[in-house]
């Protein structure tokens, strides 16, 4: 049920009679909210204050004004004024009641009726580069990007998953160099992708220890001027003692300073730690310049080189299996996988385009769009020829424009690309695509406990396999710890017990990822998350499995399922109504979560109701209940309780289990 734009439908004539102008009028209906504090409000409407002005009297005349002309008698059970003028409204038990049955009698929907306009929605996430580990913040791009998908389906929208896989960057040419020159034929034939990431970082070592070499003469340079800009700042200084601006300058050339001496060292230490490693000084001699070399590579494999082609066209099955290996454990499918070699074949035209609408330029003997409000421009097309990761992202924005016409286009990156989009939506909108909402839907680091990013151990898509594995072990530490089973008097056959460990182990990462706002980062703690108490997917899946074995109870007890499946909801104690009202607002907050794409609304929504849940649970006794009438709503409202936490944890890709 959408409370709030029923809520809302009903004030709006009425204060359309003072608010002619369309936002306006949406403006102070937004002011109509959903109220936290129990027992005194369900719903708060703050919609007189901003009249005040307007009307020239006090707010509290408005208020009452208001809801002399608002009809609200079918919905609420009281409607009144507080304070300056706020209204206060609370709900008819018994109207909540009837929206509860029509939820329950619609186990599959819980009576969420599909939105009246359906929008088409591409979202892009994963994405990893398949040559390179695949690494903890493209599982935090899946995990979001597939609650994302889902509960924009669920709500009735065209939601098209595409996983832009990496298959063609730079990160090939460092493969295909490293495999010419550096592989091991029997590591390789055991076990491709692993002896593919070795190279990978064979490569990318000694690319960072040349360009560190090289920017000495740089960072000594730049070490030199701040030196002598603090100079001159203290000796202007000392002639104008007084002068506050100056002894600004002092500080600020003082920091520079710093900042350039801890750059310096930095690469001399990083310098100093491989000069002791002398058989990779010798093999950084003898690939000198392997920056260039590796682009060199880049470039034959995306001119057609023969012999790199069938590289690539080797590695990349491979790769994909690998990372597939990690989808299928997750349980995550797309819709499509064009990946960015896909577009190749487009890039050339995408450059031409911008050429022949005049937003880009040659500079500097490369091509580049220059954009309002950034020093550096976007390249499209480099000097030697080559197209970037933005000219892809171009042709396959243009690709999906006349693929699948979408209304939005979401892209779950890490926020360290935000630069990129930002230019990115701004070359698109240049280019026509207007009428699509383009969104970096950002995520924050994953951090580990030093306050660095989190690393798996080995760094690989291995890693991140044994990561998952470590979780399921956690979960089964705690779940299936046997004083604990003991206690709650299950005899889980190993296979039970593999299964939960399975449920709960992956819904603890997933819900770590989804439970914080995902702008922020976080520290991940894998002790913390598969805890049964606090905010976390074991704690929710356990209150859902808790609302089976109460149902399980009463039905050795003589009352079966088909006593409560109808049976009417009354809901009387505070407790009660109070849970009531919590599912009752089930479809407003999935939309809620969708209009910022914040699956971490949904994680806090659940982790209220499984509380809310709770203190039902001990206040409110069940099969000892006044009434058989009120033992078999209470039946009734558990399951409620039980099918929603189900379906919200559905839409984040949570599974649940029975028993545990
Ligand atoms: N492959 C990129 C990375 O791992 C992410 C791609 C995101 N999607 C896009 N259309 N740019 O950093």
């Avoid at 002309?69 to 079918?74: F, G, I, N, R, Y």
């Avoid at 001699?285 to 880049?298: I, M, P, Y």
């Amino acid at each position: 049920m959408r409370v709030l734009s029923l809520i809302r439908s009903r004030f709006a004539p009425v204060l359309a009679n003072w608010l002619t102008e369309p936002d306006a009028l949406n403006a102070a209906l937004e002011r109509i909210v959903a109220s936290r504090e129990a027992g005194l409000a369900d719903y708060q409407a703050n919609v007189a204050m901003p009249l005040q002005k307007k009307l020239g009297k006090p707010p509290l005349a408005i208020a009452e004004e208001i809801v002399s002309h608002v009809d609200l008698s079918d919905l609420c059970e009281s409607v009144t004024i507080a304070g300056q003028g706020y209204v206060n409204l609370r709900l008819s038990p018994k109207w909540l009641a009837q929206c509860l049955m029509e939820a329950h009698a619609d186990p599959e929907r819980l009576a969420v009726a599909p939105v009246a306009t359906p929008k088409t929605v591409v979202i892009d996430y994963s994405s990893p580069n398949v040559a390179k580990p695949m690494h903890v913040g493209h599982i935090r791009s899946t995990v979001i990007g597939d609650s994302i998908t889902k509960i924009l389906r669920f709500l009735g929208h065209k939601a098209i998953s595409d996983n832009h896989l990496g298959d063609w960057g730079t990160q090939f040419g460092m493969i295909i160099y490293g495999y010419k020159n550096f592989r091991d034929d029997v590591a390789y034939a055991q076990a491709p992708v692993a002896e593919l990431s070795r190279l990978y970082r064979v490569v990318q070592r000694i690319i960072g220890f040349q360009d560190a070499v090289a920017s000495i003469p740089k960072l000594e340079l730049a070490l030199t001027k701040a030196e002598q800009k603090l100079t001159e700042s203290k000796a202007k200084s000392a002639a104008a003692p007084q002068d506050k601006k100056l002894a600004k300058e002092i500080a600020v050339a003082a920091r520079q300073l710093d900042e350039a001496n801890e750059e310096l060292q930095k690469a001399k230490t990083s310098i100093e730690e491989s000069s002791q490693d002398h058989d990779f000084i010798e093999r950084s001699k003898q690939h000198a310049e392997l920056g260039q070399r590796v682009l060199k590579e880049t470039a034959k494999l995306h001119s057609g080189d023969r012999e790199n082609l069938e590289l690539w066209e080797a590695f990349v099955p491979n790769c994909k299996d690998e990372i597939h290996s990690v989808y299928t454990r997750l349980n995550i499918q797309f819709d499509h996988e064009f990946g960015e070699s896909y577009y190749h074949e487009m890039l050339p035209a995408v450059v031409e385009d911008l050429l022949a609408k005049s937003l880009a330029v040659q500079s500097g003997g490369a091509i580049c769009v220059f954009l309002d409000g950034y020093e550096a421009p976007m390249i499209v097309q480099k000097q030697d020829g080559a197209y970037l990761y933005s000219t892809t992202d171009i042709a396959t924005a243009v690709f999906r424009e006349r693929e699948f016409g979408p209304d939005a286009s979401l892209y779950v990156v890490d926020h360290r690309q935000s630069e990129h989009f930002q230019k990115l939506f701004d070359v698109l909108r240049k280019i026509g695509l207007t009428h699509t909402e383009l969104k970096h839907v950002e995520f924050g680091t994953v951090l580990g406990e030093d306050g660095k990013p989190f690393k798996t151990r080995s760094g690989t898509v291995v890693g991140l396999n044994s990561m998952l594995d470590e979780a399921v072990s956690g979960a089964y530490e705690v779940v299936c710890d046997p004083d604990r089973l003991l206690k709650s008097g299950y005899a889980f056959t190993d296979a039970e017990k593999r299964e939960i460990s399975e449920t709960v182990g992956l819904g603890a990462i997933k819900y770590a990822d989804l439970c914080h706002n995902r702008t922020s980062n976080y520290v991940f703690d894998m002790k913390k998350m598969v805890q049964l108490q606090g905010n976390t997917a074991a704690y929710i899946q356990y209150s859902y499995a808790r609302t089976r074995s109460i149902l399980r109870k009463a039905e050795t007890d003589g009352i079966e399922t088909s006593k409560w499946l109808d049976a009417p909801l009354v809901l009387i104690e505070a407790p009660e109504l109070n849970l009531g009202l919590q599912l009752l607002r089930f479809e407003d907050m999935l939309n809620q979560s969708m209009v910022d794409y914040l699956p971490n609304v949904v994680t806090e929504y659940l982790f209220e109701t499984a509380k809310l849940f709770s203190s039902f649970y001990d206040q409110c006794s069940v099969l000892g209940a006044e009434t058989p009438e009120s033992v078999l709503s209470r039946l009734r409202l558990i399951d409620l309780t039980g099918i929603t936490l189900r379906k919200g944890l559905e839409l984040l890709g949570i599974g649940v289990v029975e028993r545990m």
